[in-house]
Structure formats: C-alpha cells, structure tokens
C-alpha cells in the first residue's frame, strides 16, 4: 500500500474499534475503573474499622465511669421465714 496510510500506525488506527476488547500489542490494557474501585472499597472498610473501634473505646470508657457496685457489697435485707415467729 502506497499513500497516507502505507505506514503501520495510521493503518491501526483506521482499522482499530474502541469496542474491541483484545489487545493490540500483546498487552492487556490497564483499566483505571478498577483501581479506583479498589481504593473506594479500602476507605469504606477504614471507615467502618474506625467507627467500630472508636464506638466499642467509647463503650468501654462509658461502662467504667458508671460501673455498677460488685456482687459482693450489694447486700441484700434478709427476708424472714413465713410464719417462723407468728
């Protein structure tokens, strides 16, 4: 072939389809979609990571500052028997 389109670039381009998935050079093609996907999901995950940490650290400050007495200073009033004086 002679003309405009002898050199090998010019041919691929005019013969290329962009919907065409195979490769052209033996490479596959990057696709940048998926690498921002990947990034959006591991921000979602620290998200979600930091706001359980930091819920179940606020729990647990929560539950010291109003900890309940021990089982063993709660006494309880004895009950007398029924019927055991009457």
Known sequence: MSGPFSN???HHF???DP???RPTD???KKNP?????????????????T????????????????AQPSAASDVRPAVPAIGASQ
Not at 33 to 49: E, M, P, Q, W, Y
Not at 51 to 66: M, P, S
């Open 8 to 10: 090998r670039a010019a």
């Open 14 to 16: 005019m013969t290329h």
């Open 19 to 21: 919907r065409d998935s």
């Open 26 to 28: 033996g490479k596959p």
């Open 33 to 49: 979609t998926r690498a921002v996907s990947v990034f959006i999901v591991v921000v979602v995950l620290l998200v979600i990571g």
């Open 51 to 66: 706001v359980l940490f930091n819920a179940i650290r606020e729990k647990r400050a929560f539950d010291q500052q109003n």
